[in-house]
Each structure stands twice: as C-alpha cells, then as structure tokens.
C-alpha cells in the first residue's frame, strides 16, 4: 500500500509562489506538454465563468477546485517532484505569463511594475542581476528549455522575454500555441474595457482568480513508488465511475429507510446493465443534470449535484425525496440510450440520430433529453432535423465557436424542461443558424480536413441528389465500401502539383465518394487516368456534380477554378441539405 505523508488543499499561489519549493517534473517522465487548442480554450472558459461567478462574492463561488496533483516531497520539504498534474500546473503558468506579457506591453508605469511582480512571485526569481534565476515549474528534459525560454526567462528591463529556442518538437510548438491563445483571448476580452486602469483592473482580478482561486489537492508522497501507485489509482481504479459512484453513495448516505435505498440500487442497475460502455454512464449523468439545472463540468458534477440535491432533500415542502430523483434518473437513462443508439423505433428520427452521432455533436443530447420528457418521438426528430442544421451550419462548416453553441443548447435544455414550449425552442435554434447567404458563403470557401466530416456532408448530399431525382437508394452512411476520394490527389505527381497545393487539396470541391475498388484504383493519379473511375459510378456527387472541371485538358493539368465552381454548386444544393426555412409534410422543419 502507497504511503501518503500529506494530502492538502493548495491555491495554485501556494504550489507555484515564491515563498514554497519549487515544484520539478521529473526527467524520467515521458509525458511532455500536451493540451492543443480545445482543452487551452476550455480551460479559458472555465476560467471565465469562475471569475463571473466569483464576482458575486458568495463563499459558494470563491474557490475552483482544478483536480488532485501527487507529488514525491523530501522530508524537510525542500523540493518537489511532480508526478500527476503537469499538464493543468503548465497551462496555469502560461496563462499566469500572458497577463504578464500583457501588462508588460501596456505603457502604464503601474502595469509594468505588475508585470515584473507576476514574474517573481509566480514564475522564477533571482536573488540578484547575476544570478541564475529559481524557476518556481521546471518541466522535464523535453520541454524544459524551451519553456524557460518562452515563458519564463522575463526581461525586467524590456518587459519582453528571451524566445531564443526555436520550438523543435511537438510539445513546444502546443507551448506556443497555448500562450498565443491566450494572450488572443486576453486581448479580446481587454477590447470592449474603455481605460488602462480599467484594463489592468481587469488582469488583477484575472490573476487573483488564478493564483488564490484556483484550488488543488496536493497528495505528497515520500517515494517514486508510493507516488506511482497513488498515480495509477487516481487514474485507474474507477475512474470512469468515480462520479457515478460518489452520486450513488451520496444518495444511499441520504435514503430515508431500504425501501429508498432499494430504489437507488434498482436505478444503478438499470445503468450498469443498459450502458454498453462505462464512459457512457458518465456522459448520461452530466447530460441528464445539465438537461435540468444548465451547464457543469464535468469535474464539478459530482460537487454541483451533492450541494443542490441537499438541499432539495432537507427542504420540508414541497418534498422532493431520494426515490423521486432515482426514479427521475432510471426513467432518463432509458430514453437516452435509445438517442444514442438510434433505437427509438421512428425510422426518420433514427436516422437524424444517426448523423448526430457521424458528426459528434454531443452537445445536443442534453436537448434531446430534455424534449423527449415532454413530448413524442416525432417532435423530437422536428428539433433533431434543426440542430443538425445548426451544428453544420455554426461548427462544421462556419468554424465559429464551439463553446457559444454547447452553452446556448444546454441553456435551452434547462429551458424546455423548466416549460418552455417546443415551438418557442425551435425557433430559438433557428434564431441561432446562420441564415442562408452567410451559410453559402461559409461553404463556397470550406476546407475540410477531417475525412469523417467530409464523408458525411457528401453523404448527405448524395442522398438529398437521389431523393431529388428520384434514382433508386443506394446506402452510403454506415458502409465501410465507400470511401472519401480527393480528386486532385493528396500526393500528386510532382509534375502536376499545384502552386497553393495546401490551400486547394482538402477543399470540399475537391472531394467526393467512390465505392472502395474504385478508389484504390483511382488513388493519386492524374484526371486522364481515373475519368473512368468517376464516369462509372453509380454515386451521384460522383458522376453529376461536373468533376470534370477540375481538369484542364488545355493546360494539361488541374484547375483551382474548377475546384471553386464545382463547391459554389455543392453550396447550393446544402442549402436545401442542411435547411432552416420552412418543410413539412413529413419533411419536417417548421413546427
């Protein structure tokens, strides 16, 4: 069994601030930096909305609890040596230097002194002009120096830092991507403040919500060994449950005799046995709360859910017992597994499920859910049809914000089950899409890197083009034959490679379907050498969407023109694919 010498809560100030030991990865540590753009901005969100919340100066919001570090500390507490945490302690301190660097640039005598108080009291000190500064976060041998290079190494003089490493890894460029997309955020958030005092206002009280805000367990351990084994317990004895089964014990603990404590274990086994994947439980629980109560994160859930439950179950009238809520609960997971597994026995909701799924739009489950309590099968495939347009329209094609459209549903989710009408909320979704011409523009220019999300809008279209036209169906969704072709090949030809060959070659005008056979023998030969290929088809985005375009037989060779008019008539028709006006009839929209 693990030894733990001490288990405290820390304030990020504490773990990284001048007046503690440095806190040190390992060099026999394999993991370098890791967080890309979506956990850097998700994290920036959770940052905000704490410091909204903080801002209301109740005792509830003055702490955001960021999750457990476990760290290998000596007897006299001199060091530490960090074995779980890196990721959440690297990104805090990028964040801590991009207000710095921000505060640093701005020409007020007062923001460049904040600057250089940031630096020593939460990034490195020296003890004189030419000595070697203490870092307070020394990363491993990977990253290390180029982290103390671009984050740390602050010019007091200059308000600059030194940047002389060139990033030459991975790890170094999501460094520099990190502190860049925050000091973007930074510097939007800064644009709508009138004054410099105003500004710096603003970045004390963002750094005060970092440093004495943001809260950690610190789990000290004497040995590697011990903190490994702390490590692997953390991150795999019932990880995936560890929310699930805190709820149910939380209501166990608050069971008012065996008859509620039954319930609960009936409700947990309709859970355990209906879910193929144990991560899946975890989803429905957070998508099942926030169906109800808005948005939470999920490393909050378990805390949001105790502290409102309490005090729902200790309120005398109305009553709202334990039974109540498992039952809520059993009868939620049923209908939600049937969303996600496309098995609700409505054919065309069905298959509206499953373009949700295609297209990992997680986001509207929680509204699915919600909507589902209150109405039939039928009005939930109408919401189905218009958050599909939605999402497509917003994220797969617009590339707006993601976190703006999952904040709106699951504001809307807690709406439709506090009693807004269906009517009210569809019409909010469609408030939310971008009207058609935005839309068209958006598409007419879309590259589309990812081969899961061109496979399904070119899907969509060839089966809105069969529809249309009448031509018998062929399936296409769900088929491993068909597969995702880029007509000016991905690795062309030197010969035949275009100028702009990034810029051009995941446009969606260039890409199409072709059964597997077809494509292998199509591959990255030139137009002359796969025309037959395209003309054989039976797919029609293949065969009637003017490929031969793309070719210039003059030129002897491919056309970026081709590429744009063929996505200009691919735009087109996903106005009619992906609709926000008026249907029906059984072609849904319009309620």
């Known amino acids: 069994m ?65 999750g457990p570090i476990v760290t290998i500390t000596d007897d006299k507490i001199t060091s530490r040596s960090l074995l779980d945490g890196q990721q959440r302690l690297t990104t805090s301190t990028i964040l801590i230097a991009a207000i710095r660097d921000t505060l640093g640039s701005m020409v007020s005598t007062e923001a460049r002194v904040m600057a250089n108080n940031i630096q020593r009291d939460y990034i490195a000190r020296k003890d004189g002009r030419h000595s070697q500064p203490q870092y307070f976060l020394t990363l491993s041998l990977f990253d290390r120096d180029f982290f103390k290079d671009f984050i740390q190494d602050w010019n007091e003089t200059t308000g600059k830092i030194s940047q002389t490493e060139i990033p030459s890894r991975p790890s170094h460029k999501l460094i520099q991507d990190a502190h860049s997309i925050f ?56 990880k995936d449950l560890s929310t699930v089964d805190l709820v149910r014990n939380f209501l166990m603990e608050k069971s008012r005799g065996d008859d509620e404590k039954a319930r609960v274990n009936s409700a947990w086994s309709s859970l ?61 997971s049923g209908r939600y597994i049937e969303l996600i597994t496309s098995g609700t026995g409505l054919e065309q909701l069905d298959a509206l499920l499953d373009e949700i799924k295609t297209l990992g739009a997680d986001a509207a489950y929680p509204l699915l859910l919600a909507v589902s309590a209150k109405s039939e099968y039928s009005e939930v ?40 009408p269906l009517s009210s909320a569809f019409e909010q979704i469609v408030s939310w899409t971008p009207e058609d011409t935005a839309f068209q523009a958006d598409f007419e220019k879309a590259p589309i890197p990812r081969s899961t999300q061109a496979r399904y809008l070119l899907t969509a279209i060839e089966q809105f083009l069969r529809q249309r036209d009448g031509v018998d169906d062929v399936i296409v969704a769900g088929t491993n034959t068909v597969h995702v072709e880029h007509i000016y090949p991905q690795s062309p030809d030197p010969a035949y490679r275009l100028t702009e060959h990034a810029a051009w070659v995941n446009r969606l005008g260039n890409q199409t379907l072709l059964h597997g056979r077809k494509n292998r023998v199509a591959s990255n030969k030139a137009y002359p050498e796969k025309v037959d290929a395209y003309g054989s088809s039976s797919l029609l985005v293949t065969q009637g969407t003017g490929i031969s375009r793309l070719w210039d037989a003059d030129k002897d060779g491919w056309s970026t023109s081709g590429i744009a008019e063929r996505q200009a008539d691919l735009a087109k028709l996903a106005l009619e694919v992906w609709p926000i006006g008026r249907r029906d009839r059984a072609g849904f929209l319009a309620p």
């Open 2 to 66: 693990a030894i733990i010498k001490h288990a405290a809560r820390q304030t990020l100030g504490q773990l990284i601030g001048a007046n503690n030991p440095p806190v040190e990865v390992p060099d026999d540590s394999q993991r370098q930096y890791a967080w890309g753009k979506r956990e850097v901005d998700t994290y920036w969100a959770d940052i905000q909305k704490f410091m909204r919340a903080r801002r209301t100066g109740t005792k509830a919001s003055s702490e955001y609890f960021i």
């Open 183 to 238: 000091e973007g955020h930074i510097a939007s958030s800064l644009s709508s403040i009138p004054t410099d005092d105003e500004r710096i206002d603003w970045l004390e009280e963002l750094r005060d919500c970092l440093v004495k805000g943001l809260v950690f367990v610190e789990v000290q351990t004497p040995t590697s060994s011990d903190a490994n084994e702390v490590f692997e317990t953390i991150n795999s004895r019932g």
């Open 272 to 332: 355990l046995d209906g879910f193929e994947r144990r991560e899946d439980i975890e989803k429905f629980l957070r998508h099942f709360w926030v169906a109800g109560h808005g948005d939470v994160r999920s490393h909050s859930l378990y805390t949001t859910i105790r502290r409102e439950l309490t005090q729902r179950f200790e309120t005398d009238l109305p009553r709202y017992e334990v039974r109540t809520f498992a039952a809520e609960l059993q009868n939620a």
């Open 381 to 420: 495939a109408k919401i189905t049809q218009a958050l599909i347009s939605y999402y497509v329209r917003w994220t797969v094609v617009g590339r707006r914000e993601s976190t703006l459209l999952e904040e709106k549903l699951f504001d809307l989710a807690k709406q439709v089950s506090s009693g807004t």
